[in-house]
């Protein structure tokens, strides 16, 4: 069925404001050179490429050994907490939001019937992991704990918060049954961890950086467990890997990647500096935050790259959509359209909301008995019609449905993307620096041993500029 569909790349309205199709004919061979460099690993750490292939050849395995473990939880816990940051988190909060329920925790034997999953280690924000306790208190929850190396501060307190939370209200030895580690499969703080306290863990691979892992036991294993169908979710991607990497497929018309790949090179040099990536359905935001994610730590080198932003619409044309409109021409705006909308019942029923008749003479009888989803293309429509009036290169990806299969089609299109206009950009696109700059002053500043220098360094220039605070007002 998905397979007699298609994903499109729409840049009709971005070719109206820019004449993208004359620069991307002089990008093509780039663009292709920088693919075949991805493919064979000869481009810039390659050491981190095995994300290209591991939807192929490693995938089939790792979703016949986490089963085990996926009915070991379902059975015991109506909850799983996933402790993770970016990579080891975005992917698979962003695939479980789009598909599940949105309402699921309200009435969980109604609307999902699976574990529900809850997230932490993303922050360190008191608020937030205090309220997630107290919802605990009405579950019987596990955790998975997610960390390549372990040593990442905020998921690695918020595990130590919640492995105390697990032993204090189960005890010592059922709390390690609740405990599942996914990180480096040959060493690390984590992966110590886990074989002292006999805690079942998977492996990251360490060829694959946490960006790019949706699609190892990083996503699989937790979305597995949520009751995501993770075996179409994988094969959206492998499809995408047999269309996008083939040497039969080098055409811009016919090739997603590339052409994504080769518009957005185009427009950053043509001093196109910002990219808003534009939901429709706020059930997609989560796919927002993992794109930003890709692209921002991916992108961002040696002072160059776009910078990836996000809106959710109609809701963010109230307050963003007067600077998309008038305000600096710097961005362009790529949207996903979802071409057939409907939403899920107990996960299998398609709805659709018709607009009913009313008396209520609010001036909108004329849309009386119009699917809601008819509002909302128009609504689109007319949105990029405005935009590209306004000067803002608009593309448009259209996604079939909104469901797994798709949803991983588009994903690992993403990333074949981002590495192939990285290399063609002549930027590592698998490293990232400049993440750690905040990590090395906040251990200073925490007092973590081998770091009193730094952290006198630090507080001395910290100290300097309260000089230049204002005041305000002072109270009597």
Not at 40 to 64: A, D, H, M, R
Not at 344 to 365: A, M, Q, T, V
Request: overall charge neutral.
């Amino acid at each position: 069925m998905s397979q007699e569909k298609r994903l499109i790349l729409d840049w009709t309205k971005a070719h109206d404001v820019f004449p993208i199709e004359k620069h991307l004919s002089n990008e093509t061979n780039n663009l292709i050179s920088a693919k075949k460099s991805l493919l064979s690993g000869k481009g810039k750490s390659p050491e981190f490429t095995g994300w290209v292939n591991y939807v192929k050849e490693e995938c089939p395995n790792i979703l016949s050994s986490i089963k085990k473990t996926v009915d070991t939880i379902s059975n015991h816990s109506d909850a799983v907490v996933i402790v993770g940051i970016g990579g080891s988190l975005l992917g698979t909060k962003a695939v479980y939001e789009a598909l599940t329920h949105t309402y699921a925790s309200i009435n969980q034997e109604s609307f999902h019937r699976k574990p529900i999953l809850f997230w932490a280690g993303h922050h360190i924000a008191l608020d937030e992991l205090s309220e997630l306790l107290d919802a605990l208190d009405n579950y019987t929850p596990s955790i998975i704990v997610v960390s390549k190396s372990g040593g990442t501060t905020e998921p690695a307190l918020a595990f130590r918060i919640l492995k105390q939370y697990l032993e204090d209200r189960f005890g010592c030895d059922e709390a390690s049954h609740r405990i599942f580690a996914i990180t480096d499969p040959q060493d690390g703080t984590l992966l110590k961890i886990a074989k002292e306290n006999n805690y079942p863990y998977f492996p990251i691979p360490k060829n694959v950086g946490g960006r790019y892992s949706v699609f190892t036991p990083v996503g699989l294993l937790p979305l597995a467990i949520a009751g995501i169908n993770v075996t179409e979710f994988v094969a959206g991607a492998v499809q995408a890997f047999d269309d996008c990497t083939s040497e039969k497929n080098h055409s811009i018309e016919t090739n997603p990647a590339l052409c994504y790949a080769g518009i957005r090179n185009v427009l950053y040099a043509n001093k196109y500096k910002i990219e808003s990536l534009c939901t429709w359905t706020p059930k997609a935001r989560g796919i927002a935050e993992w794109w930003k994610q890709l692209f921002g730590e991916s992108d961002g080198k040696e002072n160059t790259g776009i910078f990836p932003a996000s809106a959710n619409f109609t809701t963010d044309l109230h307050s963003l959509g007067q600077y998309f409109q008038d305000g600096e021409r710097h961005l362009f705006a790529t949207h996903i359209k979802i071409q057939d909308e409907y939403s899920l019942l107990k996960g299998s029923i398609k709805r659709k909301i018709k607009i009913p008749e009313s008396n209520l003479k609010d001036g909108f009888e004329f849309l009386a008995g119009k699917d809601l989803s008819y509002v909302q293309n128009e609504a689109q429509q007319g949105t990029f019609l405005a935009h590209s009036d306004g000067k803002v290169p608009t593309l448009v990806w259209e996604l079939p449905e909104l469901n797994a299969w798709w949803l991983g089609y588009w994903m690992y299109v993403n990333m074949l993307a981002c590495g192939i206009g990285g290399y063609a950009r002549g930027i590592n696109p698998f490293d990232q620096p400049g993440v750690e700059d905040y990590k090395n002053n906040m251990f200073a500043l925490m007092g973590k041993p081998s770091y009193a220098d730094k952290a006198a360094q630090i507080k001395s220039r910290l100290n300097t500029g309260n000089r230049l605070r204002s005041l305000g007002l002072t109270s009597k």
